[in-house]
């Protein structure tokens, strides 16, 4: 069983930085991408980025190109989210999943972080 922990979020002012972490455990953990969504009060979930683990091609939403940065480290089975020039409009609920390389895939999703951005 994989479980994915997201770690980082909290409150900062517009104009501010926090990186999100999400750390996969469990046997074998071998995902083909990872992403990380997000989902504000009343809306529906939506994409925010993704990283190929092998290549480490990655996407952005368009909101948040130039001030997002998805990475990863393969050794610790983590990926990150660094957030630069926070806007109020980011704030909501952030979530990692992994789609496993296997076939059928899986997808694992992490609890969630808040994130709030203050004007």
């Known amino acids: 069983q994989v479980q994915l922990v997201e770690s980082g979020g909290g409150l900062v002012q517009a104009g501010g930085s926090l990186r999100l972490s999400c750390a996969a455990s469990?046997?074998?953990?071998?995902?083909?991408?990872m992403r990380w969504l997000r989902q504000a009060p009343g809306k529906e979930r939506e994409f925010v980025a993704a990283i190929r683990w092998s290549g480490g091609s990655t996407s952005y939403t368009d909101s948040v190109k130039g001030r997002f940065t998805i990475a990863r480290d393969n050794a610790k089975n983590t990926v990150y989210l660094q957030m630069n020039s926070l806007k109020p409009e980011d704030t909501a609920v952030y979530y990692c999943?992994?789609?496993?390389?296997?076939?059928?895939?899986?997808?694992?999703w992490g609890q969630g972080t808040q994130v709030t951005v203050s004007s």
């Open positions: 999943n992994a789609d496993t390389r296997a076939t059928p895939s899986t997808r694992y």
């Open positions: 469990g046997r074998a953990f071998s995902p083909s991408v």
